[in-house]
């Protein structure tokens, strides 16, 4: 029989006794067994992954004599590391467990559906705690041998107040320690000789941005190993970064006779497409000597092929011992970029080569946890560069900046290493996109409210009855049309993606009716009412799939997507097409055996956070019909900035996108106190 605890049945003296002692519970629900029906209870309410309790109970069994309090702290760290956190602070646990946790809002407890009792939210069993019971929590946790302060490794690590799993801590110390190095390597190049035709390159700017925060931003990249350059959609962060490193490789001709190895990287190979397309546009509005031109990376990779993924682990071919051949690295949609994946880049990267992060650090952070790129632009959009560098970026550019940042950020770390671009090419002065993603990122509810009477064309906002509405279902049809007529009259592939591309319907959440999940299969059910697919489940002509697990082998990357066709070239057999790169003709759609995918999911509808890293014409974005805690600032702003030229918002709830732009999400990460440390600068 399945025990419920009731409220007050798990106190804090039950937390902290060792098994063994009496503890503060019912007789049926005793000790270690109470802690693991409580995790199990969670997890049946899907407030903890199975993973999280599973990990809990796996090293309760190193530990027998655990208490069941670091055995619920060890099933919490996990729960955070599937929302992205690195670690568990304690003290912000105690002080405000819903927000911390995030797990159902409102609710204190939730009453059992059976009704044999109630089941308390993790919130609750933390606030009974009390805020003062932080320093007792902290040193139950640095009592068991399974938590150590990481001179030994031990699989979880204690750090004054915040409880790390062992990987992340270390993935958090290295990034720090190798972002601290490269800051500190001086740079090598002559730079006064550049200042000439850092002018030229920027020249068009002249007349009508002051200050040029691209040529800025060049001149910064010239200056050092590492520079983060961080700006909203369509703000030049490819074409400043293409005119940089056509100016690095002129010089580099000049005096060393041959050019630098430069690498372009981004996370998901639609980003690397979308990068590779961006940069060719760059390229050909550029006057450049032909050998110029030749020296300069025409294409872009994923992060995971330069570093050499590995399908039978998860180290990569490139680490420290076998670092990267390379001069410059250029990582676009770095937000996009996990903790741990950031700590494999440095390592592989050599000391001595540039590293350029590029950036929108008001996007939504990686999927996995960190936050890397969010961090390390804390407080960027004022200037706080150190007196050295405003001199040295006034001779290069002419420019006499004005620092807004207090006298206080001299403790910062990046404060010379982040630039900020200001100015977006992409939207119109008079596009509603843009003003709707400038007042989300602000905060700005009542400039949200206000914009949908404002007569924009290019944002719409549409109130649903439910989850079945039909004007929703017809919105969606409407947007596929055209790729749908396309696959049925047999066109070529790559025509039929670029058709997919124009269209696509995004979800805050994943789960539930207003979710990918539900969503998907409305959608399917309700094309395939009217003919236009075969079947609503497995592999029917027409289905588009994303890929979720990258597969060195076949090379595809968690993010691709493609098209179910029936393949002329293999007698009308399904196949899926997926967009690649081809030396000859640019691109081309390469076919592959649907039986060879096993980690793909149906994408009619896809989560904002896998859209992140690709852009369509078109979007129609979903929000669920309550608040959730999923539903943030960060989240909407991703959204509404993958439209290119048309953001259509649904939703049964009116105050869904306001409740979503007045909250923020804040990630536990803590590189940039490392980095602080590192330098020897206190805050
Ligand atoms: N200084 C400028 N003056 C005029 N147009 C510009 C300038 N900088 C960029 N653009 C134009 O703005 C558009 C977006 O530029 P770019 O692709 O470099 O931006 P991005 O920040 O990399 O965009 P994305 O957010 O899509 O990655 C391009 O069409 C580009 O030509």
Redesign the pocket.
């Known amino acids: 029989m399945k025990h419920r605890i009731s409220p007050g049945q798990l106190s804090f003296d039950s937390l902290l006794e060792e098994e063994g002692a009496p503890p503060d519970i019912t007789t049926e629900v005793t000790g270690s067994l109470a802690i693991d029906e409580l995790l199990d209870q969670w997890v049946e309410m899907q407030w903890l992954r199975p993973l999280d309790a599973h990990l809990a109970r796996f090293l309760s069994e190193h530990e027998p004599t655990m208490s069941p309090l670091v055995r619920l702290s060890i099933a919490l760290v996990s729960h955070q590391l599937g929302r992205g956190h690195v670690c568990l602070d304690l003290e912000q646990a105690l002080t405000d467990a819903d927000a911390v946790l995030s797990l159902p809002p409102q609710e204190r407890s939730v009453r059992a559906a059976d009704g044999m009792g109630v089941i308390e939210t993790p919130a609750h069993v933390l606030a009974r705690l009390g805020v003062s019971s932080v320093g007792l929590w902290t040193e139950q946790l640095a009592a068991s041998p399974l938590i150590g302060d990481g001179r030994a490794s031990t699989p979880l690590v204690l750090e004054q107040q915040r409880l790390y799993l062992y990987r992340f801590w270390r993935c958090e110390c290295d990034v720090a320690l190798q972002l601290g190095r490269r800051m500190n390597i001086s740079d090598s190049l002559d730079i006064a000789l550049l200042g000439p035709r850092l002018a030229e390159l920027f020249q068009?700017?002249a007349d009508h941005?002051t200050p040029d925060w691209?040529q800025l931003a060049c001149a910064l990249a010239l200056y050092q190993r590492l520079t983060v350059i961080s700006?909203?959609?369509?703000?030049?962060?490819?074409?400043?970064v293409t005119r940089l490193l056509a100016l690095l490789q002129e010089n580099a001709l000049a005096s060393e006779g041959q050019p630098l190895a430069i690498r372009l990287v981004a996370p998901t190979g639609k980003a690397a497409a979308r990068l590779t397309e961006?940069i060719g546009?760059?390229l050909e509005?550029l006057t450049l000597a032909p050998e110029i031109r030749r020296s300069l990376p025409a294409e872009a990779t994923t992060l995971h092929r330069l570093l050499g993924a590995r399908s039978d682990s998860r180290h990569f071919r490139h680490d420290r011992q076998h670092p990267l051949s390379l001069d410059l690295l250029v990582v676009d949609e770095a937000s996009m970029v996990d903790l741990e994946l950031m700590a494999a880049l440095l390592a592989a990267l050599p000391d001595q080569a540039r590293l350029i992060l590029l950036g929108?650090k008001d996007q939504l952070a990686s999927v996995e946890a960190g936050a890397v790129l969010g961090d390390l632009c804390q407080g960027a959009e004022r200037v706080g560069y150190s007196d050295e560098l405003m001199t040295y970026l006034q001779t290069m550019t002419g420019t006499c900046l004005e620092r807004e940042q207090p006298a206080a950020s001299a403790t910062d770390p990046m404060r010379d290493h982040v630039v900020v671009?200001r100015q977006s090419?992409?939207f119109e002065a008079g596009s509603g996109i843009g003003r709707l993603a400038e007042c989300i990122n602000a905060g700005d509810t009542a400039g949200v409210r206000r914009l949908w009477s404002a007569g924009y064309e290019d944002i719409a906002w549409q109130r649903l009855s439910g989850p079945g509405d039909r004007q929703l279902i017809g919105l969606i049809m409407e947007g596929y049309r055209n790729y749908l007529e396309l696959m049925q009259q047999g066109g070529d592939p790559l025509e039929i993606l670029d058709a997919l591309g124009r269209f696509q319907v995004l979800c805050a959440l994943r789960r539930g009716p207003w979710g990918t999940e539900g969503l998907n299969e409305r959608i399917a059910e309700a094309m395939e009412r009217e003919g236009l697919i075969a079947a609503t489940s497995g592999w029917y002509a027409g289905r588009p799939v994303m890929i979720t697990r990258n597969d060195p082998q076949l090379a595809l990357y968690n993010g691709d997507i493609g098209i179910t066709l029936p393949d002329s070239r293999a007698e009308g057999r399904l196949r899926v097409f997926f967009e690649v790169a081809d030396d000859q003709k640019g691109r081309r759609a390469r076919a592959v055996l649907p039986g060879r995918l096993d980690s793909v999911e149906t994408a009619w509808a896809m989560t904002v956070h896998k859209s992140q890293g690709s852009?369509f014409e078109r979007i129609l974005f979903v929000l669920p019909d309550r608040p959730n805690p999923i539903l943030t600032r960060e989240l909407v702003y991703t959204a509404v900035t993958r439209a290119r030229s048309h953001c259509q918002l649904v939703s049964a709830f009116d105050e869904a996108l306001v409740h979503a732009t007045a909250r923020r999400v804040h990630r536990a990460s803590h590189i940039r106190e490392r980095l602080q440390a590192a330098a020897g600068l206190s805050s």
């Open positions: 068009r700017n941005v691209q700006g909203g959609p369509g703000t030049g962060k490819t074409t400043t961006s546009r760059a509005r929108d671009l090419y992409r852009e």
